[in-house]
């Protein structure tokens, strides 16, 4: 996650990157319009890609070094195989992330 000001900020987990995104002032002391950009791993190829442009998985069987992991796919053909090996309860993009959802997703986690 990289600040407006120039502040970098590296994250264990796909979910902790979110937690911070999306308490920002709480987690960072910034509000969220100070985010300039998020990039994250695509899960099966590696690359590193916008986290506003991923689709994401939670809810699979995939475990990170926080818990169940957070699974960012770029393509919904990704996001079909993944589902197809490793299952997961919810798929989403950032965008439609609100209080509600933020709070099922890390009530799973």
């Given amino acids: 996650m990289v600040l407006r000001d120039g502040r970098t900020y590296y994250f264990c987990s796909n979910g902790c990157l979110l937690r911070a995104w999306h308490l920002s002032d709480t987690h960072l002391g910034v509000a969220a319009d100070a985010i300039d950009q998020m990039r994250v791993r695509d899960y099966f190829t590696g690359l590193t890609v916008s986290a506003d442009a991923v ?4 809810g699979s069987d995939v ?3 926080m ?6 796919l770029d393509t919904p053909g990704a996001v079909k195989a993944f589902k ?9 993009k950032l965008e439609q992330v609100d209080q509600q959802l933020f709070d099922t997703l890390f009530a799973i986690h």
């Fill in 55 to 58: 689709w994401w998985v939670a």
């Fill in 63 to 65: 475990i990170g070094p």
């Fill in 67 to 72: 818990g169940r992991a957070f699974v960012a």
């Fill in 84 to 92: 197809e090996r490793h299952g997961g309860s919810h798929v989403f």
